[in-house]
């Protein structure tokens, strides 16, 4: 069993607290800049949680598009 490292983030919209569990060997590759968030065994609310701190109902609402937004852009 691999070891795991806890990193606490916090909604810039909401600011409810997570915990995600890192691997440990991805984690000290990640803070010594040779791995970024994407190349790390995460899911991508976890991912995105790391590198924006937005948590998924967050980002939802704040960036999701109705059917009525889809081809104004």
Known sequence: MRE???VGT??????KDKVIE???TEYFKWRQ????EQ???LTVDEREALITGICPECWEKT?????????QF
């Open 10 to 15: 916090t909604c810039p919209f909401c600011h």
């Open 22 to 24: 890192v691997d440990s």
């Open 33 to 36: 800049g040779k791995i970024y």
């Open 4 to 6: 795991k490292r806890m």
């Open 39 to 41: 190349d790390m065994s």
């Open 63 to 71: 960036f999701s598009m109705s059917d009525e937004d889809e081809g």
